[in-house]
């Protein structure tokens, strides 16, 4: 048993290593604030976790409202067994309904500490390692069609052989870029074109007729299920759904309903990495393939996809993210990395980085036990 004795609350900027992102309907940012949390235990156990929710319009979070949701059920941690998920989350949830975004932080911290008190890496808890190695997605900025071309090539070069294409403006301009892109790819290439639920259901049935003999897959072309089971109803591409995927329930719907054949789980959404291997399991079971990430992140987050991924069979994997490639800033030094386009999960205990306290100031939230 470890009993959490402390919790600290930090902030660190995460700039973009491509300039700027930009995805559909305007959204565009060049950096992103990051939370990092760290739990102590009485027998000075430490695990740390990472929440970074892509500014405040790609889902209902926001930096400000993870530190806020944090500060409201800290305190109830205090005293509780880090090493029993179960507990842990009853205690967050008795104080605050929702906000995964934020309990995913301690959740994934949690993981942490147990992996490092077992002497184990946290792939082996999530069930061991399936994969050695694995490959990288990049996204692909919404830009002119030949700007789009340029990326692809030059990521193509550092080994990158799965790319997210942003899409999701006007249907007849998508369609440019998607088939820019597809010229200058591999065939073996995956390409995923992404709208983000950027397109109206007129808007994605447009789309689809222009791209639909192209060999790619399309991704939560519209925000409402009912549109994308539409969408899908009019295109013989493969579908992917992403934002509209909470629960359980939702990923059901996504493959019965909508006849989705893959998801995409990102650990910030689904409360940590507790939710995302049940939502995984569960796509599994449903014969549906998974792409792992998070909404963005660095050292920590990366590092907690890596062990989630590890631990997923090859053929459920549709793609994997490692956004410390897409940052400029490491506060583990750069752990894990990639390889030529390739990801792997650390070997040591827990999550396997050791962060730099010194870079990141002082904690803007600590709560500690009383003796």
Request: net charge negative; with cysteine.
């Amino acid at each position: 048993m470890s009993q959490i004795v402390a919790i600290d609350v930090y902030c660190y900027v995460l700039t973009y290593a491509h300039g700027e992102y930009v995805m559909s309907s305007g959204r565009a940012a060049s950096s992103q604030e990051s939370t990092l949390v760290r739990i102590t235990c009485d027998d000075g156990a430490q695990g740390w976790g990472e929440v970074c929710t892509l500014a405040g319009t790609y889902w209902p979070a926001f930096a400000g409202g993870a530190r806020a949701a944090l500060a409201e059920f800290l305190p109830t941690l205090l005293g509780v067994d880090a090493t029993n998920l179960t507990a842990v989350h009853s205690a967050m949830d008795s104080v605050l309904m929702g906000h995964a975004y934020a309990k995913s932080a301690i959740d994934i911290a949690c993981w942490d500490l147990l992996g490092k008190k077992a002497g184990l890496p946290v792939v082996d808890l999530l069930g061991g390692r399936a994969q050695q190695d694995f490959p990288l997605y990049e996204a692909v900025p919404l830009s002119s069609p030949g700007a789009m071309a340029d990326f692809v090539k030059q990521r193509s070069a550092a080994g990158i052989t799965c790319f997210q294409v942003k899409v999701g403006n006007d249907p007849a301009d998508d369609a440019a870029r998607l088939r820019a892109v597809a010229d200058v790819a591999d065939t073996s290439t995956r390409l995923i074109a992404d709208a983000n639920g950027g397109w109206t259901l007129q808007q994605a049935v447009s789309a689809v007729r222009l791209v639909d003999e192209m060999p790619i897959y399309l991704e939560q072309p519209c925000r409402r299920v009912e549109d994308c089971r539409v969408v899908r109803g009019l295109t013989t591409l493969p579908m992917v759904m992403d934002e509209s995927v909470l629960t359980p329930l939702d990923l059901i719907a996504a493959k019965t309903e909508v006849g989705a054949g893959s998801v995409n789980l990102k650990i910030g959404r689904l409360g940590g990495l507790s939710g995302a291997r049940l939502m995984r399991d569960l796509a599994a079971c449903l014969g549906m393939s998974v792409s792992l990430e998070d909404a963005w992140g660095g050292d920590v987050t990366t590092a907690a996809v890596a062990h989630l991924a590890a631990a997923t069979a090859a053929d459920d994997t549709l793609s994997v993210s490692f956004f410390n490639d897409w940052t400029n800033e490491h506060v583990a030094g750069y752990r894990p990395r990639s390889v030529a386009g390739r990801g792997s999960a650390p070997t040591e205990p827990g999550l396997g980085v050791e962060v730099d306290v010194e870079q990141l100031g002082e904690p803007l939230i600590s709560v500690r036990a009383t003796k």
